[in-house]
């Protein structure tokens, strides 16, 4: 590692300022040449779990202990954290411990070999296939290998546009933790790989920010209130692979316009879209067999139930709701918040 190690350098300065902030030490590393992905591991992981990094800094820990108490408090991979540590450590340990060796006896002078023959000209090679570049993985990206699987725990970075990997370390990116990227406030845009298959429980939660996000059609599950308070989110494609809109899952978002559900859905949670106050209709693919829509108003595949009344509805010029003769049933909370104030609801409603 070139300049020394991080402790060297954390040595020469001011601990007590280290110890307090390790993330003040990355200014130093800079000026000292240290490779551009060993400083940024190093400040995701001052970033994740300063304390331990202190610790490990001062000599409080070793850089096996330092993983483990970074594993169990941040999630980390422990042989990832581990190799990082060690090397932050330097190679001067290394080196003392390395047993001596005496030098090689000098060789005989080898005998003269015969005048070569000319090399007759070679065919020409094929070349061979370059391996596959690595995914770059975006700074305060913290993710974790297990098994044959990587799962995306947090998101700590100040970046506006983040694009997620497809792969992490050799194993496919196949999650979004709970809580993921909840409450990233900058962030704008984030860009899914089509591998990923859960996103967890309020992921994007109060990403007051976030514009766009691309589901991809791997998608089979969705969690619970995942993109509530998105207050700037205005459009999302649901994949057709998703079974259940879970609840809370948009709520208060306050500048969504419109959503379509797949053929795919079978449940629809409560609250799903209270507080949507620029919705302007809820579509349901045709194929549906649960569920329907007509003129941007969810129902129940029969008609008889009005699952959900867009709170912003503008389907029709004068304004006037009239429900279908069918209806027998309002769902809980279907019409709430609602701004329209003319409905006509037929007798057969009990």
Not at 146 to 168: C, H, M, N, W
Not at 239 to 250: D, K, Y
Request: glycine share 4%.
């Amino acid at each position: 590692m070139a300049g020394g190690s991080f402790r060297a350098i954390f040595e020469s300065k001011s601990k007590e300022e280290f110890s307090k902030n390790p993330l003040s030490l990355t200014g130093y590393l800079i000026e000292q040449r240290f490779p551009k992905e060993d400083i940024s591991a190093y400040r995701t992981m001052a970033r994740v779990c300063p304390a331990v990094v202190s610790k490990l800094l001062r000599g409080d820990a070793s850089p096996e202990e330092a993983a483990a108490m970074a594993s169990k408090q941040a999630k980390v991979d422990v042989r990832t954290a581990r190799s990082l540590f060690e090397r932050m450590c330097g190679s001067e340990d290394a080196e003392e411990n390395r047993p001596e060796t005496e030098p090689p006896a000098p060789e005989a002078p080898a005998p003269k070999a015969p005048a070569p023959e000319p090399p007759k000209p070679e065919a020409p090679r094929a070349s061979k296939p370059r391996p596959a570049k690595a995914e770059p993985v975006p700074e305060g990206l913290v993710l974790n290998a297990e098994g044959f699987e990587a799962t995306v725990l947090k998101y700590v970075g100040e970046d506006a546009d983040i694009r997620i990997p497809s792969q992490y370390r050799g194993h496919k990116v196949t999650s979004i933790a709970d809580n993921a990227f909840e409450r990233c406030a900058r962030l704008m845009t984030v860009e899914i790989p089509n591998t990923v298959e859960k996103i967890g429980k309020r992921a994007f939660s109060e990403c007051k920010s976030l514009v766009s996000v691309n589901l991809p059609e791997s998608v089979r599950s969705i969690g619970k209130g995942a993109f509530s308070d998105c207050q700037s989110l205005k459009k999302i494609e649901i994949p057709s692979q998703v079974e259940s809109i879970e609840n809370l899952m948009f709520y208060q978002c306050r500048s969504l316009v419109s959503i379509k559900l797949p053929a795919s859905v079978k449940s629809i949670g409560r609250n799903v879209f209270s507080y949507c106050i620029s919705l302007e209709r809820v579509d349901v693919d045709a194929g549906n067999p649960n569920y329907t829509s007509i003129d941007g108003v969810v129902y129940d595949i029969d008609k008889k139930k009005i699952i959900r009344f867009p709170q912003n509805w503008k389907c029709k010029e004068n304004g006037r709701f009239d429900a279908p003769k069918s209806l027998v049933e309002i769902g809980e909370s279907a019409f709430s918040y609602c701004r329209h104030t003319t409905f006509k609801i037929p007798d057969t409603v009990t």
